[in-house]
């Protein structure tokens, strides 16, 4: 590991650093090498990229910022942290754009070359705004881009090409400053490039390591001890590569082949592009040529024994209602992934929010029921998709996996699990043609039968109109249609037979309970640990399964004399809670586009508690 | 079960039939139910999938596996079962509704994936579920429910339609001629890739007689081109015969006495296999009044099949790389250990 041999250091329990510049500096690269470098550091870590939609904005304007928040420490985190500590900021617009989210008094390593008066008032700046920041902040001002260039001239590259570079030039800067080990950045880009290339970053990454242990503008560098966490094996992940591997992993585990239909569409085409890396799994990817075909072809799959899966963000997910109502109707095994992002209709494609729970409920023409699971933690998308296709096999259902675009992207150190331990749900298809009808329900589950194409004997219709019962024949007669209104709703329901009892995470009875589901788990553990620390009576409860509940649900929930639904929607849980157990929860929306501060869901908390508590 | 015992009642299944009486569905019906045992394909690996409407009622009255799924959905559901089990036989059933109006797009990127699949398509140019509006195939001016005035909608031709999908295989026939639909339907399934079949089928309750000029035994043999590979393209009764030149792509009718050379008159040689489509468009073209309606095999050429590239990247991965390991792929990349 790299470390500083002629400065001093000082020990440090936690730092946020957020990494911001122009959409085409290499930020969302710079950030992930970043996070790598830090997780083999040891530490526990957090991230939250956060970049605009747009390809490559203009140069230089707010509107092409893209950030990348790195939160990492010598104890258990679960957030990105809500403010950063550090802010590198590759030009003024990144600055503007991310100098109110920084902590009072934080450090700013600016690139000063940038700051000239064309960018200045390219990122709205009317004057210069470094001498007021200097009152309020650490301000460092490197002159990145001359010290990038003069790094490379021994190399014959362009001027443009050479500045391409300087992102790395920072990274190795900040790699000094808080002892990262450069190793696996320069494995990754030998393994990447060649040539000039490769030349080229790897120098400017070594002279920005050179250059924190040369320069006065650093006296001291900063050690952040290894995380006391669980022992094991780890690694960084994504909740979309792990969302990515779930699916291959139930493949495997469940012993059949998977089926991927997919449309490519913010923030969900990550999955497709991962899993359409592992054909060598017998995993089929199908790019459809539209969110409506990709649903279709996922159920066709799924008809013919596949384990079928779609994965789609909000606006695909409303286009899917029809096909997957379908097979609601034939009662087919598709596992569908939401991967939510802000709307209404395009809203903001690269940001988070949580407002497709009640379209994931009541999104369908007719009474629909269908299961829907919630992944916590990026590392958790991997179990979620295991046990949605259990769920599904099981019990002859779509289910529905809402992920979000926080979880997505963000990252964080993974107990890699062991194979052997995993669950290997037993999959089932008829073959005994003795008596065999379509719809005849297994006692148990109320499963009907998965009678797939190439059984001999087992030839049957199925479709979108109603089906006598057990037989499947096409039947219009009342009492028929409402025991399959009735059959369909009880299967779904009964679901809840098999989950796990409600875990509580403090008290199991109190004054205050805080209930959340999805990617809002880091920031509501973390506000209600904090807030038990100081001495308030608030627990937590974080839904996995949001239909159906499990079946203690409302009996916990009536041990607390309050109920608080922290949620990035305008209030969805918070009033199916209401609808559902008649208790009176209080809905904390947030709908920014951005996952919660911790500080926000504490502030509630105290306020619900009387404030003075403390 | 083995096919060679099968019989066309073997095909029929136990649901009452509930298209209109003198539907032009019920002949299609028979012939398909005539031609499956025919096939040699086990009753098991059939698979019928329809959209909505009345074509796509189709598969309950077969007694193969059937999927009756969602409107202009099937190519869809079919892509997914047939990519799943390429040794399945699947059979998309449709109508120009269905799978011209709302289904265009998956038909459009069905046809171009080239799937070893059959579409039929159901071509009675009229909206009959819904009762009786015009469809994407109706002819201009035509007065429904919905167009009191005259439609005002330019028809798509489905047979150009598919040619310009990069279809592999595009043929045409009439529900009522049932040796030549028999034969269509054999040829479709023979042909490697996605077949594109037309049928002309008759409403009677919302557009009788749309095709009567060819589903009329007596008129059919003056208006319609029965196409056969390496054949001039001739055309009519004795002491009418007539063919089609072809001249810079553009067709034109020549009259032919009785004993004359159709070659030696310039008319053109029906090819199926042209490599480039433009044939099959000017021979797509020609409609009645001014032309015949062709029928047959419009064009048959080899492609790849969708299905099969996959499976040979499946097995050239699983070569290079071996059977998929979890344990490995969780493992890859980089990975620290946090000791006790």
Redesign the interface.
């Known amino acids: 590991m790299a470390s500083s041999a002629t400065k001093p250091t000082e020990e440090l329990d936690r730092v946020a650093i957020r990494f911001a510049g122009d959409s085409g500096d290499g930020i969302q690269l710079t950030g992930t090498k970043f996070t790598?470098a830090t997780?083999?550091a040891?530490n526990d870590l957090s991230t939250f990229p956060d970049f605009p939609a747009e390809i490559r904005a203009p140069a230089g304007s707010l509107a092409g910022v893209s950030g990348f928040q790195v939160h990492f420490a010598s104890e258990d985190i679960r957030t990105p942290a809500d403010e950063p500590d550090v802010l590198v900021a590759l030009n003024p617009a990144a600055l503007r754009a991310n100098v109110g989210d920084l902590r009072g008094g934080g450090m700013i390593v600016i690139n000063a070359d940038a700051f000239n008066a064309k960018s200045l008032e390219r990122a709205g700046y009317a004057e210069d705004p470094r001498e007021e920041l200097r009152d309020r902040y650490q301000l460092v001002e490197v002159p990145l881009s001359t010290l990038n260039r003069e790094a490379l001239k021994e190399l014959k590259l362009g001027t443009r090409e050479a500045d391409r570079c300087k992102n790395f030039f920072a990274l190795g800067l900040m790699y000094w400053l808080y002892h990262r080990p450069l190793e696996?950045t320069i494995r990754w880009l030998e393994a990447r490039f060649e040539g000039d290339v490769l030349e080229a970053n790897l120098t400017v990454l070594k002279a920005g390591w050179n250059f924190g242990e040369t320069t006065e503008l650093f006296p001291v560098s900063f050690v952040i001890p290894?995380?006391k966490?669980?022992?094991?094996?780890?690694?960084?992940v994504t909740g979309n590569t792990a969302l990515a591997?779930g699916i291959?992993?139930a493949g495997?585990?469940m012993q059949r082949?998977v089926?991927l239909?997919a449309y490519p569409i913010t923030p969900a085409s990550d999955v497709l592009h991962e899993i359409a890396r592992?054909?060598?799994?017998?995993?089929?990817t199908?790019q459809?040529?539209?969110e409506?075909?990709a649903a279709?072809?996922?159920?066709?799959?799924?008809?013919?024994?596949?384990l079928?899966v779609c994965t789609t963000s909000g606006p695909g997910f409303v286009l899917k209602q029809?096909?997957l109502n379908?097979a609601v109707m034939?009662e087919l095994p598709v596992v569908v992934v939401d991967i939510q992002r802000a709307g209404p209709s395009t809203g903001m494609p690269t940001k988070t929010e949580q407002g497709d729970l009640m379209l994931a409920l009541y999104g369908r023409n007719s009474d629909s029921p269908m299961p829907v699971l919630a992944p916590a933690t990026p590392g958790d998308c991997f179990h979620t998709m295991l046990e949605a296709f259990s769920i599904a096999v099981r019990f002859m259902t779509p289910v529905v996996v809402l992920s979000d675009g926080y979880l997505a992207n963000s990252s964080e150190p993974w107990k890699?699990?062991d194979?052997d331990t995993l669950p290997r749900p037993e999959v089932r298809y008829r073959t005994d043609p003795e008596g065999f009808l379509p719809y005849e329900r297994d006692p148990e589950t109320g499963a009907r039968p998965w009678a797939?194409?190439?059984?001999?004997?087992?030839?049957?219709?199925?479709?979108?109109?109603e089906s006598e019962e057990r037989t499947g024949?096409?039947s219009y007669l009342p009492e028929n249609h409402a025991r399959m209104v009735r059959m369909r709703a009880e299967k779904v329901a009964g679901i809840a037979r098999e989950l796990p009892p409600v875990e509580v995470n403090g008290a199991k009875q109190g004054e205050l309970v805080v209930v959340g589901w999805g990617g809002t788990h880091g920031a509501i553990t973390s506000a209600v640990n904090e807030a038990r620390e100081a001495g308030l009576d608030v627990s937590s409860i974080h839904l996995r399964h949001l239909n159906p509940f499990p079946s203690d649900l409302g009996e916990v929930l009536g041990r607390f004399e309050q109920v608080l639904v922290p949620e990035l929607n305008g209030g969805q849980l918070s009033r199916l809670l209401r609808a559902e157990y008649l208790v009176p929860a209080v809905s904390l929306p947030k709908e920014q586009g951005q996952p919660f501060k911790v500080a926000e869901i504490r502030a509630r908390i105290d306020a619900l508690l009387g404030g003075d508590a403390r | 079960?083995s096919s060679a015992v099968l019989t066309r009642k073997d095909f029929v299944?136990d649901?009452d039939v509930r298209w209109c009486p003198g539907c032009g569905d019920y002949s299609i019906l028979a012939n398909v139910q005539k031609v499956m045992p025919e096939l040699g394909v086990?009753?098991?690996?059939?698979?019928f999938?329809s959209g909505?409407g009345c074509s796509s009622r189709f598969?309950?009255y077969?007694?193969?596996?059937?999927?009756?799924?969602?409107h202009g959905?099937a190519p869809?559901?079919?892509?997914?079962?047939k990519?799943?089990?390429p040794?399945?036989s699947v059979w998309v059933v449709t109508g120009d509704g269905d799978g011209l109006s709302i289904g265009g797009?998956?038909l459009?990127?069905s046809i171009r994936r080239n799937l070893d699949i059959q579409i039929l398509l159901f071509n009675n140019r009229v909206y009959g579920l819904t009762k009786g509006q015009y469809s994407p195939t109706s002819r201009e001016g035509m007065r429904t429910k919905s167009s009191p005035d005259g439609a005002i909608d330019h028809p798509v031709d489905p047979i150009r339609f598919a040619l310009g999908a990069g279809a592999s295989f595009v043929a045409r026939t009439i529900d009522v001629d049932a040796s030549h639909l028999q034969q269509t339907l054999h040829r479709a399934h023979a042909h490697p890739g996605t077949a594109f079949v037309e049928i002309l089928q008759n409403c009677p309750v919302y557009n009788d007689d749309e095709w009567i000029e060819v589903e009329d035994r007596k008129q059919r043999i003056a208006n319609a081109l029965r196409l056969e590979d390496g054949e001039p393209l001739v055309y009519g009764p004795k002491g009418a015969r007539r063919g089609i030149r072809i001249e810079n792509g553009v067709p034109s009718v020549v009259d032919l006495a009785d004993d004359a050379d159709p070659a030696a008159a310039g008319v053109a040689l029906h090819r199926e296999s042209h490599a480039s489509p433009s044939y099959a468009f000017a021979l797509a073209s020609l409609a009645r009044p001014e032309f015949p309606v062709p029928v047959g095999v419009i064009r048959a050429v080899e492609a790849p099949t969708y299905e099969a590239a996959?499976d040979a990247?499946?097995r050239?991965?699983?070569q290079?790389?071996?059977?998929?390991d979890?344990?490995a792929?969780?493992?890859s990349?980089?990975?620290?250990?946090?000791?006790?």
Request: charged share 15%.
């Open positions: 790598e997780a083999l040891g696996p290894k995380a966490i669980e022992p094991g094996e780890y690694r960084n591997w291959v992993g495997v585990q082949p089926f239909g592992y054909r060598h799994f017998g995993v089929k199908f459809a040529e539209d409506i075909a279709s072809a996922a159920i066709g799959a799924a008809y013919a024994g596949m079928a029809e096909a379908l034939t890699i699990p194979v797939i194409p190439g059984t001999p004997g087992l030839e049957h219709r199925v479709g979108g109109l024949n096409v | 079960m299944s649901q086990p009753r098991e690996n059939v698979v999938v909505i598969p309950y077969m007694d193969t596996f059937g999927f009756h799924t969602i959905r869809a559901f079919a892509t997914g079962i990519v799943s089990r040794e399945l797009n998956h459009l990127h996959l990247q499946t050239a991965a699983t290079k790389r071996g059977p998929g979890l344990g792929l969780l493992r990349g980089d990975t620290w250990t946090v000791e006790a």
